[in-house]
T-cell receptor
Framework: DQQVKQNSPSLSVQEGRISILNCDYT??????FLWYKKYPAEGPTFLISISSIKDKNEDGRFTVFLNKSAKHLSLHIVPSQPGDSAVYFCAASSGTYKYIFGTGTRLKVLA | DAMVIQNPRYQVTQFGKPVTLSCSQTLNHNVMYWYQQKSSQAPKLLFHYYDKDFNNEADTPDNFQSRRPNTSFCFLDIRSPGLGDAAMYLCATSRARGGGEQFFGPGTRLTVL
């Protein structure tokens, strides 16, 4: 049973527009969520995180929103840039060592 | 720059021939993880070390073993690789056991012939 789901395998967005990447989870014990970005031939790189006590966290062009009642989080990238083209993973933790990852969404930002 | 290094980046082995993948870190982090990632799938945790304390995931096959001789190094040993073990193997570290970001190496792509 996949506890963290990224239902969109891919997304294409025009440069300068908003990219919205979505993630759903099923385990209500998850209390910490992270987004990672992965370029080809590199390991995932941490992007932004959010604790369950918040509903929004912002870092520059990147904002993560958490809707606990819907068990849904989203990553907004504004404005999108060609260098943002990568695979984005969301991951969730229940305060332990273990992070459950989604399958990733491939974002392509078109120039 | 502090980082997580994995060697080799690409490893080819034969069916049943033991193979060892290496990970080292300069971050001085307590926790080191090994993940297996197959194409279009989520990274799957195999095991982790908290210092020298080894923690195996319940569904990690016995074929997979690990060693952490010191803080900086961690090894993944696959005793008898099968075709189904072909995957990307990711090493990661974190400062603490609960919460916080993980720092990943670039991965080792394992091919089993």
């Amino acid at each position: 049973d996949q506890q963290v789901k990224q239902n969109s395998p891919s997304l294409s967005v025009q440069e300068g527009r908003i990219s919205i990447l979505n993630c759903d989870y099923t385990n209500s014990m998850f209390d910490y969520f992270l987004w990672y970005k992965k370029y080809p031939a590199e390991g995932p790189t941490f992007l932004i995180s959010i604790s369950s006590i918040k509903d929004k966290n912002e870092d520059g062009r990147f904002t993560v929103f958490l809707n606990k009642s819907a068990k849904h989080l989203s990553l907004h990238i504004v404005p999108s840039q060609p260098g943002d083209s990568a695979v984005y993973f969301c991951a969730a933790s229940s305060g332990t060592y273990k992070y459950i990852f989604g399958t990733g969404t491939r974002l392509k930002v078109l120039a | 720059d502090a980082m997580v290094i994995q060697n080799p980046r690409y490893q080819v082995t034969q069916f049943g021939k033991p193979v060892t993948l290496s990970c080292s870190q300069t971050l001085n982090h307590n926790v080191m993880y090994w993940y297996q990632q197959k194409s279009s799938q989520a990274p799957k945790l195999l095991f982790h070390y908290y210092d020298k304390d080894f923690n195996n995931e319940a569904d990690t096959p016995d074929n997979f073993q690990s060693r952490r001789p010191n803080t900086s190094f961690c090894f993944l040993d696959i005793r008898s690789p099968g075709l189904g073990d072909a995957a990307m193997y990711l090493c990661a570290t974190s400062r603490a056991r609960g919460g916080g970001e993980q720092f990943f190496g670039p991965g080792t792509r394992l091919t089993v012939l």
